[in-house]
């Protein structure tokens, strides 16, 4: 089972860009403007739920992509209220309880595209293709708002079935199998922080990283992460966009959750995993890095136990078999390709606002996919505007 390590994936979670913000978010409107900027942003902008908006451009990047203090005055944790939406990613989460995004979860690609070069500066195409990725399978095409966990109502009126604008937490979608924190859907629950496999984070980065999660650590614990849901889940599925996230994901933990100001031999503490994973929040005094970021080290993550995407065949556990025509690092427009066809799957006849913003939103992603990618072919499955 081998592949050759590759670096686009840059791209697919994720590569760089640059704004120096004097505060993060200059299209979010509020009334009382000064208090949420000290404070992050409350809730979404629900105002905009049931009203079809014409889906902007993506943000570039910030001005100013150095090194900055972001657990600051103006970005307190705080508590979830009720009604606050979490779901599967620990970076959105605690950009979230830090108001980096709407507190309440839900949020429009221009704030979360915004947040994660802020917060965590990720790279601006990076950003891009991982945030448009996320909104056209998950989010609401009419009213350009994404939950980062479950379906809820502040999204607006859902979409025409197929299409569920259900939110990050939607299985097989985004969110996929052998997840480092969240167990597989199989056993209930895709998308909480699960304390069983953090011990398993936990003991891998004791027995390979000396106590810190690293990219060795990564390596060893994507290919056991593997192997447990092989033995384990008869439904596991590990292809095309779950594929290329598994890995990308594995590197995040060291490339956004380390100090900034830790430049060589970066490594995670446990205390600041649990921090993040567990509890949504920045470690006391953390500064972002001091460059933008993506998927470096996934070449090392990969090289470890190279591994060919494919699934459990008919739902029998330690029934491994290997999918030649799924997306790879080998064949990464393949990737494209099952994500567009996946979006007319489902909207397979859209109209007025939802297919425009279906038209603009392939268009957005498609610029950062050709940048990360480079040479696939462009679809237009609903013509063009
Ligand atoms: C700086 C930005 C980001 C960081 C640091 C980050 C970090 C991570 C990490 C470490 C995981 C693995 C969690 C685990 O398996 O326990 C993860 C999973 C995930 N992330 Fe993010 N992420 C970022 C941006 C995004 C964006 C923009 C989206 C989509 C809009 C997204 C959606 C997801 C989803 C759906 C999962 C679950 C995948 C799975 O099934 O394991 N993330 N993220």
Redesign the pocket.
């Known amino acids: 089972m081998l592949l050759k390590p590759f670096t686009f994936l840059a791209a697919l ?2 590569t760089l860009g640059s704004l120096s913000i004097s505060f993060a978010f200059p299209n979010f409107q509020a009334p009382n403007g000064d208090l949420l900027r000290r404070q992050g942003i409350e809730d979404s902008t629900v105002s905009q739920a049931g009203h079809g908006v014409d889906a902007p451009p993506p943000p570039g990047p910030p001005s100013f992509t150095g090194l900055k203090l972001v657990n600051d005055r103006d970005h307190p944790w705080k508590p979830l209220r009720k009604g606050d939406v979490r ?6 989460n605690t ?1 979230a309880s830090h108001g980096y995004l709407p507190r309440d979860g839900v949020a429009t690609p221009t704030q ?2 915004n947040a ?1 070069q802020e ?2 500066n ?1 790279e601006n195409t990076a ?1 891009i293709l ?2 448009y ?3 056209l399978l998950n989010g609401n095409q009419v009213t350009d708002l ?1 939950s ?1 966990g479950g379906k809820t109502p502040k999204t607006g009126p859902p979409p025409p079935a197929p299409a569920h604008a259900g939110g ?1 937490n939607v299985h097989g979608t ?9 167990a597989d859907e199989f056993f209930g629950d ?2 909480s922080f699960n304390q069983t ?1 953090f011990d398993k984070l936990v003991d891998f980065s004791n027995r390979y990283g000396g106590g810190f999660y690293n990219y060795t650590v990564a390596g060893e614990l994507r290919y056991s992460r593997i192997q447990d849901s092989i033995a384990t889940n008869p439904q596991f599925s590990f292809k095309n966009v ?1 594929y290329i ?2 890995y990308g ?2 590197v ?2 060291v ?3 380390v100090d900034g100001r830790v430049t060589t031999d970066r490594k995670l503490s446990m205390e600041d995993a649990a921090s ?2 567990r509890d949504m929040r920045f470690p006391p005094d953390f500064h972002r890095s001091d460059h933008p970021v993506s998927n470096q080290g996934v070449d090392q993550v990969i090289a470890a136990h190279s591994w060919l995407p494919g699934g459990n065949a008919d739902g029998k556990v330690n029934n491994y078999v290997v999918d030649p025509t799924s997306a790879d690092f080998e064949h990464r427009c393949r990737l494209y390709d099952r994500v567009v066809e996946g979006v007319v799957g489902l909207y397979p006849s859209p109209t007025g606002i939802l297919k425009r913003n279906l038209i603009k939103n392939l268009q957005y992603w498609y610029t950062a996919v050709n940048v990360s990618l480079g040479g696939c072919t462009q679809l237009f499955p609903f013509g063009q505007l």
């Open positions: 979670l994720f779901g599967p990613c620990p970076g959105l950009l979360i595209v994660i917060g965590l990720m950003a991982a945030t990725l996320g909104h994404l980062i990050l985004f969110e996929g199998d052998a997840g480092l924190t969240r895709n998308h496999l779950r996230t598994a994901e594995t995040f933990p490339n956004f959750f993040f994973f």
